[in-house]
């Protein structure tokens, strides 16, 4: 079961500091000084038993109106492609934990987590310490050069948990001290995942193109890319965001991928889903000159193709090669980080990656802020090679403080609940043979896949129009496999999840009669 914790912000951030700060704060307004202290050491309940209580109703309540609908029709002024995809039923009027209150008046349950961000629900109330920070005057804006201590002490616990270690483990000022690949040991604080994975690859290209007028390592040679491929051997079996770079790697912009190739400037190469075999030819065949390999990318499920689950074997043995062949390695964690007994999924699979992206989750959907995990060793950018100004937040930064604390506490619940889920959506599976194939994914991000296209789009539908249970039919890539995706809070608990499955079995029973979407 899920577990309260209560802090203070002076638990949290430490006494001395949050003393230093309610004396500053006096001597910019004037306030007494014990007024503030009582601040900073009021006790926040995280989650209280009258919040899960209410959970546990709302969750029999998704799909029913709750109150009248909002009929006010303004469109905004989107892009053509935004105004598209927009559904004004389920546009929030207010949420709370898993659920949404759509101007339909209807009650939603949040399937994706609004998209993978609000990992601890809406409006969590451990995150009222943030509001206590901002009464005791901690400003969001900082500079590069002026990060806050709320910022360096998360980058020091990030480093702490990437490594397995306690934040108090004499050992984790060792691992900081290292400049070895494969050890986690700095942190670049950015806002959005794309930024993340973009310094990573800043990084990788800076071993062949200089930032500045040095010598490169590798200059002279062709960076080579290596992501995870399609099922039909192209590069859309990947996503590593929103950057041009970044969209190379998963097939967009081929006119500017051919002539950057052609150039010289680049390759992407994509390589085969968990074949160890391939990826050992590949690494041999792209650190012939003129080639070099300048990363292998990836990430754990493929939550943009399939949500295909990487193995364990394959990956450690990737890792192994990748280490022989002097290629860097990314794991890009934007969309999994959070989500797992000791935060980290490559955690769970004892690798040791040279850059790790994170995001969505730990900020829990109040800040957009994400970081970049390194080595030391490819440490080769000056602050401006890849920075953005206002990646420093330091309430951004006690976001992701409070969503650690609650899930180390609370680790093993996560873990039983994802096994639960995924165990359960195996059962679903094997009573609706001709829908359905199995599952992929991994715990909170199990998919669903379907033998044909129109059932997943049809079963979605049925969900989210007629359940009120946001969920997602990935249909729009020719070779993957169509699966119908979720990404449950991690606030659910087992009864929770028993009623989401009946949601689901009555979509499937709909799908299997041929029922159109009521």
Not at 12 to 35: D, F, K, W
Not at 104 to 128: C, I, M, N, V
Not at 230 to 255: E, M
Request: charged residues 20%; aromatic residues 8%.
């Amino acid at each position: 079961m899920l577990h309260s914790i209560s802090l203070s912000l002076a638990d949290l951030l430490g006494e001395s500091y949050v003393q230093a700060v309610c004396r500053a704060r006096a001597a910019l307004t004037g306030q007494a000084v014990s007024a503030l202290l009582t601040l900073a050491y009021e006790k926040v309940d995280f989650y209280p038993q009258s919040l899960a209580d209410a959970q546990e109703e709302l969750m029999q309540r998704v799909g029913t109106a709750v109150v009248s609908e909002f009929k006010e029709d303004m469109p905004g002024a989107p892009s053509a492609s935004y105004a598209a995809a927009q559904n004004d039923e389920a546009a929030p009027l207010s949420a709370l934990g898993a659920f949404r209150v759509g101007q339909d008046g209807r009650l939603y349950f949040t399937g994706k987590s609004e998209h993978y961000q609000a990992s601890l629900g809406h409006d969590f109330p451990g995150y009222r310490l943030i509001e206590i920070a901002k009464q005791l005057g901690i400003p969001n804006a900082t500079h590069n050069n002026t990060r806050g201590y709320i910022t360096r002490l998360l980058e020091r616990r990030l480093v702490a948990a990437a490594n397995g270690l306690r934040p108090d483990d004499p050992a984790l000022d060792e691992v900081l001290s290292k400049r070895e690949p494969g050890v986690i040991n700095a942190v670049i604080n950015l806002e959005t995942g794309s930024l993340a994975v973009e310094a990573a690859l800043k990084m990788m290209l800076a071993r062949f193109y200089a930032l500045d007028n040095s010598q490169a390592p590798f200059a002279g040679r062709v960076p080579v890319f290596l992501v995870m491929a399609d099922n039909a051997g192209g590069p859309t079996g990947n996503y590593h965001g929103t950057t041009v770079i970044a969209q190379t790697l998963r097939g967009l912009w081929p006119s500017f991928t051919q002539a950057a190739q052609r150039a010289g400037l680049y390759r992407v190469q994509p390589v085969p889903i968990n074949d160890a075999a391939a990826l050992e030819r590949i690494l041999r065949q792209n650190n012939e000159p003129p080639y070099k390999t300048a990363g292998f990318c990836h990430e754990i499920v493929l939550m943009n193709y399939g949500g295909i689950r990487l193995s364990p074997q394959y990956l450690r043995e990737a890792y192994r090669l990748c280490r022989a062949w002097d290629t860097p390695i990314l794991c890009d964690e934007i969309q999994s980080c959070a989500w797992y007994d000791g935060l980290f999924l490559f955690r769970q699979y004892g690798l040791k990656p040279d850059f790790v992206t994170i995001g969505k989750g730990f900020p829990g959907g109040v800040y957009p802020a994400s970081r970049t995990l390194l080595s030391a060793a490819f440490d080769n950018l000056n602050q401006f090679g890849a920075l953005v100004t206002n990646g420093q937040e330091e309430l951004a930064s006690l976001a992701y403080l409070i969503t650690m604390a609650f899930i180390s506490a609370n680790g093993a619940h996560i873990h039983d609940v994802a096994q639960y889920y995924h165990q359960c959506a195996k059962d679903l599976c094997a009573r609706y043979p001709g829908l359905l194939s199995g599952v992929e994914g991994d715990g909170h991000m199990t998919s669903l896949c379907f033998l044909r296209v129109e059932d997943a789009a049809r079963f979605c539908a049925r969900m989210n129009h007629h359940c009120c249970v946001d969920i997602s039919a990935q249909t729009y890539k020719p070779n993957c496999p169509p699966v119908a995706l979720a990404k449950l809070p991690l606030i659910l608990t087992r009864s929770m999840v028993d009623r989401l499955l009946l949601f689901m079995d009555e979509c499937l029973a709909a799908t299997q009669k041929g029922e159109e979407n009521a």
